[in-house]
């Protein structure tokens, strides 16, 4: 501010703010009228479901141990096995504490570089976290459809598959808090770091700083790790992933890659197929995607959930489609039998876990089927 | 057709390929000749210009008469084309769909709760195309009705906020907007490479990184709406609509600064079903996991929130054991975007390296490149526009020598921070907190024009 006049200006500004701020304080209104409306106690109660750690939003409510058993293996253990250890859809949920950690609150094998990753059990600090989040996102394909008896139920079973609760145990939010002291990483976590960019917490200061050194810098560095050769083409072929036109192309993975200093990874014959559009080849666009009879059968695998347990091209719980495909691309009365397959479900076939049957409209168990029986294409 | 061993380094230019070997031989020979006279005439032009005309001359010779793609009037120059509106939404060329998000092998089990990478080494200037927009799900994607979305904004207890409010998106786009260019990186972006070179191209180790001009609602204004106190509520809470009802805590301090947007728009149109439809939170300079999308619900709180993502992932495990909570920010990080890991540079001489740069805390201030594994330096020109919390483009002129190179970045922020190595970066973190890896990025472009992905000791 040069003058005083726009000193004098500038802080009326400020004043017939706050005046404002003041007068809409009082008298419940914003410059935004007819915006918004008034939440119902109702519709809160039907939102408002966080739990925090000092477990304020826990509903009342109890589970046992054994009841969890049965949510359990009703609900949970085709994704996370029946002990909580599977490794085939999501990370362990169980494993890596034991005893000592209880009296710790410090799982010590997460300092152990050589024990295979990490799971829930050896992360979890808060037990509230675990009830909210079994609450509000579990089951993974039927979400919020617990009720809190069984979140709580489900909530002691993992606890007790986990070696914290015995299996006698009741849970309830009378005593969360009496077992939030017994979880194996109470203590394992620290806000003493530079990223939260609030005030409340943290150290508001980078952990490494680097300097900007331009010349002659650091001795001669060599090249410590890179791709190993077999996985070449683990990314899929990455002349297909690069654009074909400009500076450079994608390097052909499907070919070995060429030896340093002879000849060039985009060889000129493949060059043209892969990549590098010459002069006098034109540049064919890639491969057209699937037809509209593809992508209805594809949404109907989604509507159905069918790809929660099944790839398009790969395993997860059940076969991939187009393994299914390879399959049954021969079978004569294939249709028939993958419609009839996917309303009965089954089990023996591809595994020993089951697929339970589907109930589908009308003609859409034919109309999968024939996708199937066509090659599955994407 | 493939080149034998007489033309050590030397690369294909794309137009030459109908050449045989002995063709080629004698594209060397002319390049010769031509190579002499270059250095006669234009002598005092300099390194650049030499190297520049000498890649002209063989294509010069190579070409003879002329190219068929000059002579040869092709049928789009004599011919009547495609009306308008062919396509109510227009779509990129067909020569484009290499230009993909995609997958990474074998980092999920499932494509419900997995990412996609956008392909950073095929995208121009800094903004990202809505159809190429990197993506994240934790319980898949949904298209939701924008007439049935509500946000619903409560306190943790009514003295945090004294009018529990709902709003429908009509309601929302009627408040005053802003329109803002922010990048959105997640967390785990470069993570698979904490411990060693993972991946092979910059799709996948950086490509958990998009940058839009979103357009929405100051929270703060619709906080405000609802009577909060911001004294006593330092914490807000974003809650998702879709089955994985994602929640995250962010600070009051974003919301007050005017930073955090309840946003609808991106890029112009409106947010994509992937990233979030209709309505999602954008904290800029914050990790994408708290951008919460399908936004159903804030709450304002006096305590953090300890959540699914803040407990049991989005922790950076530290070499003492303990893990890192609550780490939000995403510090000043680069990556050169051309040439990188995975492609094949067509020929010796002039390029344009060309990359990202990005900060959490603001603006970046200055990036360097380096030829030579960061023993030498030089600083980038920095493309505008420059602006906080967003993706800023660098270029770099550089004149290949078709010797191999290791290419790096290394970006500094208007607070003074620069880029680390991953030696720097390691001796504090160590190699497994998955989470917040802004190291600089090694590309080896090999004798054979072939680009690799390394880490150097």
Redesign the interface.
Known sequence: MSSSRELLAAWLLVLAGAAAHVQ??AQ?T?P?AG?????TPA??AA????V???F??LPRGSGSVAQGMEVWEGKCASCHGIFGESN???SPLTGGTSKEDMQTG???R??D?AFPG?T?MM????L??LW??IN??MP?NA??SLTADEVYAVTAYLLNLGGVLPESFTLSDRNMSQVQGMLPNRN???????????????TRK?????????????P????????PDF??N???N?A????????????D?TVA?????????????D??AA???????P?K??ATKAGAADGAAIALTQKYAC??CH??DKK?LGPGFQEIARKYAARPDGLDYLAGKIKSGGSGVWGAVPMPPQTLAGGEAKQIAQWLMEGARK | ?????SA?????K??????GTPDIRQVMAGRRDFLRRAFVVAGAAGATAAVATRVQAATAVA?GEG???VLELPAHTKGLGQPVVTDGYGKPS???????R?Q???LT?????SVSFA?L??MFGIVTPNGLHFERH??GWWDVDPTRHRL???G?DPALLR?????TMD?LM??PSVSRFHFIECGANTGMEWG??????C??THGMLSCSEFTGVPLR??L????VDPRKG??V?A?GAD???M?RTI????VENGDVLLAYGQNGEMLRPENGYPLRLVVP??QGVSWVKYL??I?V?D??????D???HY???????????????Q?CKSVIT??SG?????DKGF??ISGLAWS?RGKVK?V?VSVD?????RTARLESPVMSRCLTRFNLDWVWDGK?A?VQS?A?DETG?????YR??R???GS?SIY?NNAVQTW?V????????????
């Open positions: 809409a304080q419940v914003t935004y915006i918004g409306r008034p939440a519709e809160l939102w408002d479901i966080d925090r750690p000092d304020k939003g085939e859809v999501f410090r799982v010590a997460l300092t570089r990490r829930t992360k979890l600090a808060h509230s976290t909210d989040y509000r996102a993974w979400p919020k394992g976590l620290t806000t003493d770091h530079g990223l939260w960019p609030g005030n409340t917490m943290g980078p952990d490494v700083s680097a300097v900007a050194c331009m010349k002659d810098c650091a001669a560095r060599l090249v410590a790790t890179t791709l996985a070449r683990a990314h899929g990455l297909e992933q690069n654009r074909l036109v400009g500076p450079q192309r994608g390097a993975t890659a060429a030896a340093t200093g002879t000849a060039p990874a985009v060889s000129a014959g060059a043209v990549a590098a559009p010459a002069a006098n080849t540049a666009p890639p790809v929660a790839g398009m997860i | 057709m493939k080149l034998d061993g050590p380094g030397r690369l294909v794309a137009p030459e390929n109908f050449l070409i190219e068929p793609a067909q020569y484009e769909a290499n230009v993909q995609r990474s092998p074998g089990q499932s494509n419900q709760s392909p080494q095929s934790h319980q619903m904004v409560n943790s009018r529990p409010q709902v709003f309601a009627r408040l060693n070179v993972a991946v092979p191209t799709q996948y204004v619709v405000e709406m609802c009577g330092r914490y809470l809650e089955g994985s009802s929640t600070p009051m301090e974003l300079g914050v159903r619900r709450e709180g305590k953090p929130y300890g959540t699914k803040e407990v049991l922790i950076d495990l530290m070499p003492d054991g303990r893990h890192r909570q609550y780490t939000s920010i510090e051309t040439p995975g492609q094949v540079l067509l390029y344009s959490g200055r360097d594994g960061g023993r030498n330096w191999p290791l290394r500094m921070y620069v880029q680390p190595t720097q970066l001796a504090v973190r497994r917040h080896l090999q004798e054979s024009g072939e680009v690799k992905n390394v880490q150097l000791s």
